[in-house]
Every structure is written in structure tokens, then in C-alpha cells.
């Protein structure tokens, strides 16, 4: 099959060696998804460049979870008309999330003709076939392996569970993604070998609710404890979890993990238990906030995160006021902020989105404003301390890290090589990251 598809791209540009424009819109799924996409196009023969107008095939990995992203996409396909005028050979498709939405759909093929290929999230692994099909017109029935292109050198997306069974009432993921499919376990293990000889450090593991992963009976625990036992010099994280699944045994599995990160994220959306409910979260505020006080009990210096949806309908000032609370009393280290987006096809969308943007606005400028004064609290709270951090990125003069527990640590006038590990000690900090001096 990647013969035949080599032969037909080389006859459609005209040359041997072809390059490709892959951008993704949203999440860590996402990005997982375009990297096996990648590898895919890297078989057949392509490199990767960063301008979609010298690119002979361009791809967007789409996002549907929000009504500005899916807008953002459609900009972006429109402004490829361009290319394909100049150069009528070009290749584009659109995969991912958002072409799973029926209407999404027929507005592509009505709007944007010069689209050749669209891949749902659903049809991932059908790619290859999809593709053959498009360049010969003609059937297949094989099944073609999509090697995964890793984008980093030192971290690896390990996905264990794919779609979710949720039905969060504001969320569409469940309607693109499908139901939930645990991945074998060995298949997960023997992924996870394979990144850890190939020099990854960091391993996540990836789902829309890992918690709730099970494969013939082996539980998201279990995977846990098979992979701790691995040898190799790396710490594994995951994400993302459901705070109706995330439980004590999990806490008391991970406090016993050696390579166990140390930072959860547990999205809260709400502090307030009717908007929970209204969200169909199935947790209360209480049993959030009992969950987190056991975890803090079990795992020292626990690094903890969450997503926060203001302005979901009919959230009064008051209840608005109770996320604030739930932020001021947890004190997470940092946390994701949302303005409620009505998505068609999710329960909440029948629900009438009454909160004036405004409204909204101010809600979530006062939200973000005090999560930086306790993020920049518990941050001035580790300077003296030392820590061993990865270095991630450099800029002109300085490097980006992270600690195990992932906080960003930022080492000025340093050109670090990335992936390495170092010792530094931290001698200040800021709202958004904490400064380091390197010790070795
Ligand atoms: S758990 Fe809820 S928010 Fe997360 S993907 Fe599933 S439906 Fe969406």
C-alpha cells in the first residue's frame, strides 16, 4: 500500500521528494494522533516543514470542543484556497475531531471543493486506507501500521484509552470520539518499553478518562503498577482524569510508584454542586475537595492542577462566587480557565446560555486574577529548595524546565542542551514560573 501511495504522490508533484504542512488545533489527543499521522506521511517518503505554501500536502488535526477553535479552522482551510491556486497539485485534508460533526462536514465539502481528503477522529487508523483510496480510486481491505513519529526527544505520548462514556452536558467529545476503548495492556507496555529505550524521560499517558481504564479486567491501577515496575531512568504521568473515577486506591497506588511524577489533574469545572449537576459531573464539591485532602495526605509535595468552565447557563453571581471559594480554599498550583462555549448535539445546548459576555468576562478575569496571587504564593514558597529538572526549550538566553512535578523553572542566561536533566537550586520567582541556578 505505501508503495503504490509513494508512486502516486510522485506522479501527482512531479519529484521524488515531498514535504508536508501538519498543524493540530487542540488537545494533548490531538497531538498524539498527528504524531502517528506523521509517521504515516514520514514512511511514504515526506519531511516536515513549518509553511504551508512551500508544503505539497498540508493536514490540519482538528479541535470541535470549542466554537472559536472550529472557526479558527475554518479561516485557516479558506485561506488555503491561495495554495491551491498556485499550486493545484497541492494535497490537503482535514482530520480530527471537528470533521466528526455531521454539519461540520457538509460545510467543508460545500465550502472548500479543493479539500481532497477528510479523516475523522473515529477513522484514525483507517488513514492509510482512506488515503489509497483517494490517490487510486480504488478499494482496499488491508490494514496499514502507522508508526508514530515522536516530536520530542525526551517525552512520549503513551494513549491507553481512547473516547469516553461521560456525556459531560457541555461536552462534545463524547459524540466525536465515541465510546470508551481501553487499549491492551501489553500493547501499552511494550509502547512504553519502546519510548523508554528510544530516550524518553517522560511518559504520558493519554485519555479522555484514564481512570476508568480497563482492558479484559485490568484496571487503570494495574497498568500503573506494570509500568512502575519498568526499568530506565523516566516518570510517568496521566492525564485526563475523571474526579468521579480518581479514588483512594489509585492515591495509595501512586504514593508507592517510584517514577510516579507527582502532579495530577483533576478538572473541577465548578465549585458549586447545582452547576455540577446541571454539567453532569456526578462528583459534588465535597467529595472533590475529600479527594484532594487524601491525595495531599499520601503524596508529598502533590502538584495539582484543574479546569474551571464560568459562565455555564444559569450560574448565578453566587455560585460563580463558590468556584472562587473552592479556588481560594484548594489552592491548586495552577488552573485552566474556560468561558462556557454552547456546542450543538451536547445536552447543555438546549439549555439557554443566559450570562451576558460580559458577565462572563468579568467572571473569568476575576477568576484568573486569583489563581496567579496563589500560584505565585506557592511558587515564592520553593525558592532556597533544590530540585532536578528536564530542560525542555532554550531561547536566546535562557532555558525552559520542568521539575518532575512539572513547574516550569526558567534558567537565565543559560543555553542548556534539551532533554538533560540538571540540578538547580531556585533563587526567586514569578506568577508564572519559578527561577533557577544550576548546582551540576
Ligand atoms: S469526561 Fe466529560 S469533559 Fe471529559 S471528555 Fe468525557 S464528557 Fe468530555
Redesign the pocket.
Known amino acids: 500500500m505505501i508503495d503504490t501511495i509513494r508512486e502516486c504522490f510522485r506522479k501527482r508533484f512531479q519529484k521524488d521528494d515531498f514535504c508536508a504542512f501538519v498543524k493540530v488545533f487542540g488537545c494533548q489527543q490531538n497531538e498524539a494522533d498527528a504524531e502517528k499521522i506523521k509517521g504515516f506521511l514520514k514512511s511514504i517518503g515526506f519531511s516536515f516543514v513549518n509553511d504551508p505554501i512551500v508544503a505539497d500536502l498540508v493536514l490540519f488535526e482538528t479541535c470541535a470542543v470549542r466554537h472559536t477553535a472550529e472557526n479558527r479552522v475554518f479561516g485557516q482551510i479558506g485561506s488555503l484556497k491561495n495554495i491551491k491556486k498556485m499550486n493545484p497539485n497541492a494535497f490537503i485534508s482535514v482530520c480530527g475531531c471537528m470533521v466528526e460533526r455531521d454539519e461540520v462536514n457538509t460545510k467543508l465539502k460545500k465550502m472548500f471543493p479543493y479539500v481532497d481528503l477528510i479523516c475523522g477522529a473515529k477513522s484514525l487508523d483507517h488513514f492509510p486506507n482512506m488515503l489509497y483510496e483517494k490517490l487510486t480510486s480504488k478499494k482496499i481491505d488491508s490494514f496499514c501500521e502507522m508508526p508514530v513519529l515522536r516530536e520530542s526527544k525526551f517525552h512520549a505520548w503513551v494513549p491507553i484509552i481512547s473516547g469516553?462514556n461521560?456525556?459531560?452536558s457541555y461536552?462534545i467529545?463524547?459524540f466525536v470520539r465515541g465510546s470508551e476503548k481501553s487499549i491492551d495492556h501489553n500493547i501499552i507496555i511494550n509502547d512504553c518499553i519502546k519510548n523508554i529505550n528510544s530516550g524518553a524521560k517522560i511518559l504520558t499517558l493519554l485519555g479522555?478518562?484514564v481512570n476508568s481504564y480497563d482492558f479484559n479486567g485490568v484496571k487503570f491501577t494495574d497498568l500503573i503498577k506494570m509500568i512502575d515496575k519498568l526499568d530506565g531512568n523516566f516518570i510517568f504521568r496521566f492525564m485526563?482524569s475523571?474526579p468521579k473515577d480518581f479514588n483512594k486506591e489509585l492515591v495509595d497506588v501512586l504514593s508507592q510508584c517510584k517514577h510516579f511524577s507527582g502532579n495530577i489533574h483533576l478538572?473541577v469545572q465548578s465549585g458549586n454542586n447545582r452547576i455540577l449537576k446541571l454539567m453532569n459531573r456526578k462528583y459534588k464539591v465535597e467529595d472533590y475537595i475529600e479527594k484532594i485532602n487524601y491525595a495531599r495526605s499520601k503524596i508529598n509535595n502533590l502538584v495539582l492542577t484543574s479546569d474551571i468552565i464560568v459562565g455555564f447557563p444559569g450560574e448565578t453571581d453566587s455560585e460563580f462566587n463558590d468556584t472562587l471559594d473552592l479556588v481560594k480554599n484548594i489552592k491548586f498550583n495552577s488552573i485552566f480557565t474556560f468561558i462556557y462555549s454552547p456546542r450543538k448535539g451536547t445536552a447543555a445546548y438546549s439549555m439557554v446560555d443566559d450570562i451576558p459576555y460580559d458577565v462572563k468576562s468579568a467572571r473569568i478575569s476575576n477568576l484568573i486574577k486569583s489563581q496567579e496571587k496563589i500560584s505565585e504564593d506557592l511558587l515564592s514558597d520553593l525558592v532556597g529548595k533544590n530540585f532536578h529538572v528536564i530542560i525542555e526549550s532554550i531561547s536566546d538566553n535562557y532555558s525552559l524546565a520542568r521539575t518532575k512535578s512539572n513547574l516550569l523553572v526558567k534558567l537565565e542566561n543559560l543555553i542548556l542542551p534539551t532533554g538533560k536533566i540538571f540540578e538547580v537550586k531556585i533563587t526567586s520567582s514569578n506568577r508564572n514560573c519559578l527561577i533557577a541556578e544550576i548546582l551540576r
Open positions: 469516553c461521560n456525556f459531560c461536552c467529545v463524547p479522555q478518562n485526563t475523571h478538572p
